[in-house]
């Protein structure tokens, strides 16, 4: 079983269709990454882990691991973290 498909498992139906948009424009946009659970998390890594979905109650947030390093001129990511940020999407 995919780690997409155990992830779904662990999440409200009504968050499905989300992740499953989520992973798709991640599996296009980086191809070469591998998808893998990890903190209960849906991982996407190459050398380093670069993203994950996470379910919460009411929203889903794409995290980026280096999301501190990136330009954000829309104002989209959030967090305060060293390294981290995010993007919710309800």
């Not at 994950?52 to 980026?64: G, P, Y």
């Not at 954000?72 to 959030?78: A, E, K, R, T, Y």
Request: aromatic content about 4%; proline content about 3%.
């Amino acid at each position: 079983m995919s780690a997409l498909d155990e992830f779904l498992k662990k999440v409200p139906t009504e968050q499905h269709s989300l992740v499953r948009s989520l992973d798709a424009v991640i599996s296009k946009a980086a191809p070469e990454l591998t998808t893998s659970l990890k903190w209960g998390n849906l991982t996407y890594e190459g050398a380093k882990i670069v993203c994950a979905v996470v379910s919460h109650r009411n929203h889903v947030n794409l995290q980026l691991w280096a999301g501190a390093d990136l330009d954000d001129p829309s104002g989209l990511l959030v967090g305060t973290g060293k390294e981290m940020r995010h993007i919710k999407i309800a």
